[in-house]
């Protein structure tokens, strides 16, 4: 990341910045647990992928919240529970007072027109048959826009949204025909065309360059300020999280060991794991390009069957033995809206 992309990801910090302080609670997530079970050949219960085990948090109305970790971490299988691609094993989702396990047929529908999500592979989530207007058109349909000219009126405002314009230039043209900034715009507008309260990013600026990441994300941070759009943003990379975060959640096999505002954690981390992401962080200074950075030894463990106690212990240099390996950790507050799940942080 050159210099002048990282001024240009300041301003974009500088305009998130200046969105109302949100107040109202929009989602609510409380001891989530999303867990696939396991069959021995296609017969008999062989045990449970513990993807999400005991996930809690609050997302205000215009909030942006950013959940990262590495891969494997659950952070999929958390998105996919909020898209309500997959119902909860146990504990409670709940979107504007109603809980999500109890919605079905058109009140599950209409959940799903509230929540936009935006794809990491545009290439890949845009239907190669399909032009830019059907695939645009097709939401309105489903939702029940019948008026050709709204749908066509409603296409050409979204467009302009995401600064494609003129629109009709680019209507008639598929995926292909596309660059991968346009795509990605595509994929935003298709999120935002039943007007979402909600927005589920998966890594949309990995697939980019650097100097387009700095587009999406102004488009982005636009349509967030325009709409007060809540925004959930799924990443392994904490380099571009400062840019557009309000808070963020560090997720580690099925939990969220650290929470707290953007500026808080990057300054001042306080779980081992999220120091290890923040020097894993790739470095835009072209002179410590050859210093190589210390990382916790090892893998992420089996989700099948994690260690008991701390999940991180078997990695982590400040085990506490006794206690790590063997008690699951409480969350603490060390400091005002900093919320740790780490034995080294319990009151003396």
């Known amino acids: ?109 209409d959940y799903r027109f509230d929540i936009g999500y935006v794809q990491q592979d545009p290439y890949g989530a845009l239907p190669p048959f399909m032009n830019v207007q059907q695939i645009l058109e097709e939401p309105l349909l489903i939702s029940g826009v019948k008026d050709k000219q709204e749908r066509l009126d409603r296409i050409r405002k979204v467009m302009s949204e995401v600064k494609l314009h003129p629109a009709d230039d680019y209507l008639t043209k598929f995926p292909h ?11 935003i507008a298709r999120a935002m065309i039943l007007h979402p309260k909600l927005i589920v990013a998966d890594e949309p600026f990995s697939m980019l360059d650097a100097s387009v990441r700095v587009e999406i994300l102004k488009i982005l941070s636009a349509l967030q300020e325009k709409y007060q759009l809540s925004v959930i943003y799924i990443t392994h990379d904490l380099s571009t ?50 210093t190589f950075k210390e990382v916790p030894p090892g893998e992420p463990p089996s989700l099948v069957n994690p260690p008991k106690g701390c999940r991180f212990h078997p990695r982590c240099a400040r085990i506490i033995a006794g206690l790590c390996d063997e008690k699951e950790p409480l969350e603490f507050e060390p400091a005002p809206e900093h919320f740790v799940a780490c034995w080294l942080y319990q009151p003396q």
Not at 51 to 61: H, I, P, R, T
Not at 177 to 187: D, E, F, H, P, Y
Not at 269 to 289: E, F, G, I, Q, W
């Open 241 to 290: 999280v400062k840019y557009f975060s309000a808070r963020i959640f560090v997720m580690y096999a099925g939990n969220l060991i650290e929470k707290a505002e953007t500026r808080s954690l990057l300054e001042n981390p306080l779980h081992p794991y999220t120091m290890a992401l923040l020097a894993a962080t790739s470095d835009p200074d072209a002179r410590n390009a050859d």
């Open 177 to 187: 025909m596309l660059s991968g900034g346009q795509q990605q715009r595509i994929v």
């Open 1 to 109: 990341m050159n210099a002048d992309t990282i001024t240009e990801l300041r301003k974009v910090n500088k305009m998130t910045a200046t969105i109302e302080e949100p107040h109202e609670t929009l989602l609510s997530i409380r001891d989530l647990h999303v867990w696939y079970e396991l069959r021995r050949f296609g017969f008999g219960h062989a045990g449970y992928v513990k993807a999400v085990d005991g996930v809690s948090f609050d997302l205000a109305e215009g909030e942006t919240v950013a959940v990262v970790g590495e891969s494997g971490c659950g952070k999929s299988s958390l998105m996919k529970t909020i898209l309500a691609l997959h119902l909860p094993t146990s504990g409670e989702l709940i979107f504007e007072g109603k809980n999500l396990s109890t919605l079905k047929g058109n009140a599950l529908r």
